[in-house]
């Protein structure tokens, strides 16, 4: 690309704004201009030269300079510079701009009756040269495109559109345009915070309303400027976003976004999960390659394929590779013993029983619309055919406790006969417990408990206690040490080589705080900081997090090198964990070459700064390929590493920068968590899937209650794309007022 010489507007007192010569810094040469990988695209490069000034202080916009590029007649970049002030109008140079767009959609033409176009002529008076302010910003944004003309080139045809708009979009960022933003919110046109997805559409439609305003208001002839980009109409780009939707994660369903659901072992050992779960609204199905084996995820995806294909009801299928996550190691699995309580009041009068399922072994969950308090597999059909409502069951709890428990209902299931029984007394069951009926007139029967799972294992921490977290080994799983230090393991060495002594970690999503006290090749010693008044849980495969330390760690673990092999045949997208920068990209990019999976659907997940920060380049960097794209708001990492404070402008971010890329965004993390887990929601939960509507798909983690979410949430979504409008009654005065 070869810029010609520009020349510099009678403008006066700019040299300071480029910190040299003004005819010098505006001299373009051979070295098309890059973005900065940040947001804050406001220092623009030309070989060697910092021309600064396109965003400055509140008043900044007021004299700025502004340069564009064009081709010239022989097929070569030729550049414009203007400058613009509050009492000056727009200065140009060598500008060639062809009005040839008969396409161009104006989505503002009838926004004013006739007779009010006087009135509004006359505010846009007041305002000076908005028209021209609003001419310089198109003119930047063309001039992006043009400066960063190699990069887009590199970009699969497929994404080209959408590349081009999000170099339009980090163009309109990297200026102050918060009083422009007032001038034309006070004439009724342009929201230069909603021409995401379409900037140069939007801009081209603003022009020319002024345009028509000014001609209509004063007789004159002036022509306004039509952009030559006929593919960035307003349709074209939401037609656009929306088959980068559809590609990706499918076509909408009653109009309303999609669903995510996160399954594990419990998809398998239920036979009607999966079916429920589509059933009540889920589209998308979510495997998290760092649980499980290739064994779990086949079973689980044959029975997804199996009953989306029996419902007719099309579900694809999202498998998140690992990524180098760092996580407590395991610890040593407690006794295999059950704690059965019925609900008491703060006297220890019992207040309700505790339900208990009772079930053949192998029967698998109890149905779902059963809520017990614990579960019981027993391995003895004969015992479980002869047991009838009404009847009771004895035995010797694991301290010798005689106990009981009383049926209550029967129920069919998979492969037996299911009950429930109520249990009025503490008891405590572990396997090989035997259960006996004596009912009148019957002679005893007897089964055995079985299955009964180990309980579980954790470190209590309170604030000032100092945990020591040790290299994991193949002979050891601790929980505190010989002097009763808690202890944990971590099988990351980037752990054990990046922190330092007097950096913050966090555990599990940040619901623990530490200070690094001290740290060794094999041991790391933290105070507590932030926990619970009662202490907090720390518990095996949790996560850690060090926002702080400098951590080096490569994009794609050999782990998912080899997971990626499975996702590629069996799935129809992969989720790529804590990418920070470009060269993660690019290992991606390779390794998708190498396997020929140019179809499979990529989702870049975001919960780093780094990953953060440079989320524009990296989405341009894989915009190369013509793979589906989409971003995942990790918002559990990225909260523990950003702040917590910080995570409403975060999200604002990510989405903005998205929808000018024609990304769909999947809304993830603590989705009606409580809901999920408990069978209520918050009103915080709700409104925070309200805002989650913007994206194209909302995810839901497993929980015990996850069938009464998806059904929540589904309802929420149909009644936004219904567009219900809540009644509003008319307003009735008091007759006493005075």
């Not at 020929?596 to 380049?617: F, R, W, Y």
């Amino acid at each position: 690309m070869n810029f010609g010489a520009a020349s510099l507007g009678p403008i006066t007192n700019h040299a300071s704004y480029c910190g040299t010569n003004p005819t010098e810094a505006l001299l373009l040469r051979d070295k098309p201009l890059h973005l900065s990988c940040g947001l804050d695209a406001n220092i623009l490069v030309s070989r060697g030269n910092m021309f600064q000034g396109l965003r400055r202080h509140k008043q900044a916009f007021s004299l700025t300079f502004i340069v564009s590029a064009i081709r010239n007649g022989k097929d070569e970049h030729e550049s414009t510079i203007g400058a613009y002030s509050d009492d000056q109008s727009l200065t140009i140079s060598k500008s060639s701009h062809k009005a040839n767009d008969t396409t161009k959609e104006s989505v503002a033409s009838s926004l004013y009756p006739s007779e009010d176009h006087s009135q509004h002529a006359k505010i846009l008076g007041n305002h000076g040269n908005l028209l021209d302010k609003l001419k310089a910003i198109h003119m930047h944004a063309l001039a992006m495109e043009q400066w960063n003309a190699s990069r887009l080139k590199q970009c699969h045809r497929r994404h080209a559109m959408s590349a081009a708009n999000l170099i339009h979009y980090l163009a309109l960022r990297s200026l102050d345009v918060d009083q422009i933003k007032d001038d034309l919110s006070s004439v009724g046109l342009l929201n230069l915070e909603t021409i995401n997805p379409y900037v140069i559409a939007s801009l081209s439609a603003g022009i020319q309303m002024l345009e028509n305003l000014k001609s209509t208001s004063l007789d004159g002839n002036d022509k306004g400027i039509t952009s030559d980009k006929s593919e960035f109409t307003r349709s074209m780009m939401i037609d656009k976003a929306n088959s980068n939707r559809d590609f990706l994660i499918g076509p909408l369903q009653d109009e309303r976004i999609h669903i995510m659901v996160t399954v594990g072992r419990e998809a398998i050992s239920n036979e009607t999960f999966i079916n429920d779960v589509l059933k009540t609204g889920a589209t998308i199905i979510r495997i998290n390659c760092a649980h499980g084996d290739p064994s779990v995820w086949s079973e689980i995806i044959r029975r997804v394929k199996m009953n989306s294909q029996m419902l007719e009801k099309p579900c694809r299928i999202l498998m998140d590779l690992a990524g180098p996550k760092l996580r407590t190691g395991k610890m040593k699995p407690g006794p295999c013993v059950l704690k059965i309580s019925p609900k008491k009041n703060a006297h220890g009068n019992m207040i309700n029983p505790a339900h208990v399922w009772i079930a053949p072994k192998g029967a698998g969950p109890p149905p779902s619309h059963v809520s017990p308090d614990a579960v019981l597999y027993v391995d003895a059909q004969d015992f479980l055919t002869k047991l009838e409502i009404g009847d009771t069951i004895k035995f010797s709890d694991a301290r010798g406790k005689q106990r009981s428990l009383k049926i209550s209902k029967k129920f069919p299931v998979f492969n037996g006969v299911g009950f429930m029984a109520d249990c009025t007394k503490t008891c405590y069951v572990e396997n090989g417990m035997e259960l006996y009926i004596k009912a009148n007139k019957k002679r005893a029967s007897f089964g055995c408990v079985v299955d009964v799972p180990p309980t579980e294992t954790f470190v209590r921490l309170r604030v000032g206690d100092l945990l020591v977290i040790t290299r994991d080994s193949s002979n050891e799983e601790l929980t505190s040490s010989k002097a009763g230090t808690p202890r944990v393991t971590c099988s990351s060495g980037y752990l054990f080589d990046s922190v330092k002594p007097g950096e913050p970690i966090a555990f599990d999503d940040g619901k623990i705080w530490g200070v690094i006290k001290g740290t060794s090749i094999s041991e790391i010693v933290v105070s507590i900081t932030r926990a619970g008044p009662r202490g907090t849980k720390l518990g095996p495969e949790k996560s850690i997090n060090i926002p702080e330390s400098n951590i080096q760690y490569e994009g794609l673990t050999s782990k998912d090198i080899i997971d990626l092999e499975f996702v590629g045949s069996h799935a129809d997208i992969v989720g790529i964990s804590f990418v920070r920068n470009v060269n993660d990209i690019v290992v991606l990019e390779q390794e998708l070459k190498k396997r020929k999976l140019e179809h499979l659907g990529i989702v870049l997940k975001i919960e780093t700064k780094d990953g953060l920060k440079n989320l524009a380049v990296m989405i341009l960097e894989a915009m190369k390929l013509p793979n589906p794209l989409g971003i995942m708001i990790a918002r559990g990492d990225l909260a523990v590493e950003c702040g917590w404070e910080q995570m409403a402008d975060i999200q604002e971010q990510i989405l903005s920068i998205c929808s000018a890329a024609h990304v769909p965004v999947i809304w993830a993390t603590q989705v009606l968590e409580s809901l999920v887990k408990t069978g209520v929601p918050t009103r915080a939960e709700i409104t925070d899937v309200a805002c989650g509507r913007r994206a194209s798909c909302i995810m839901l983690n497993k929980g015990k209650h996850i069938l009464e979410a998806i059904a929540t949430l589904d309802t929420i979504l149909k009644s936004s794309s219904t567009k219900v409008k809540a009644e509003v009654k008319p307003l009735v005065l008091s007759n006493h007022l005075s």
